[in-house]
């Protein structure tokens, strides 16, 4: 079975440009998260989407902004791009919403976003 | 609010020894759970093994285990006869319930010694 895939791998843009990532989960899965990965730190949680409903967002601006597809796909969007969002950004699924604590999530290998 | 800290941004280790990498956590939540991830080069994040905060024993998974001490808030990784492919970072990371987003560490580069 195929795993959570991203595209594109790599990406580059300007500073005021605009970029949309893709995820695709793995069969099954109706949860998609997204997370931002700056070099040098662990993942920071973005958004939570199940069954095409936001069910969570981080402290991000409203620059960023995801949707999810009736097929669980899902996109997440930036905005005006700024040098600071230069990151590795990972899509992660899992079967539900993650109501328990042991809801484990599966990642992308990511999109590398780089803002010249 | 949930906190991980990690504070060993590096380790080294000599091949088929084992290694502990640490990790702390802070919440208030007396529910929770705690994880492991392995991020190679490639950027994959991949599960490694859960502890839930009410588990009695420490997890196990292959030649990973998870050394748990709630009172010290700890969650210890121990892998044993490290292998040149464990050479990557590592995250600690946890959830409390009713749909927390998984809370992440800044993570250990372990690189393993031939």
């Known amino acids: 079975d195929a795993g959570v895939t991203q595209s594109p791998t790599h990406l580059i843009k300007t500073r005021g440009q605009h970029v949309t990532l893709r995820c695709s989960p793995i069969?099954?899965?109706?949860?998609v998260s997204w997370y931002q990965q700056v070099l040098g730190q662990g993942p920071q949680f973005i958004f939570q989407?199940?069954?095409?409903?936001?069910?969570g967002r981080g402290n991000f601006p409203d620059r960023f902004s995801a949707r999810q597809f009736p097929n669980y796909s899902s996109e997440l969007n930036v905005n005006a791009l700024l040098l600071g969002d230069s990151a590795l950004y990972l899509c992660?699924?899992?079967?539900?919403?993650?109501?328990?604590?042991?809801?484990?999530?599966?990642f992308g290998s990511g999109t590398q976003l780089s803002v010249l | 609010a949930q906190k991980i800290t990690q504070t060993q941004p590096g380790m080294f280790v000599q091949e088929k020894e084992a290694v502990t990498l640490d990790c702390t956590y802070d919440?208030?939540?007396?529910?929770?759970?705690l994880f492991w991830y392995k991020q190679p080069s490639s950027g994959e994040m991949i599960f490694l093994i859960y502890q839930g905060s009410y588990d009695q024993q420490n997890a196990t998974e292959g030649r990973y285990s998870l050394n748990f001490q709630k009172a010290r808030k700890s969650a210890n990784l121990v892998i044993s006869a490290s292998q040149l492919g464990d050479s990557a970072m590592y995250f600690c990371a946890m959830r409390s319930t009713g749909n927390t987003p998984l809370v992440f560490g800044k993570g250990t580069r372990l690189s393993v010694i031939a």
């Open positions: 989407y199940y069954e095409k409903e936001e069910r």
């Open positions: 069969s099954g899965h109706k949860s």
């Open positions: 992660a699924s899992s079967m539900s919403t993650g109501e328990g604590t042991n809801e484990k999530l599966f």
């Open positions: 919440t208030s939540d007396p529910s929770y759970g």
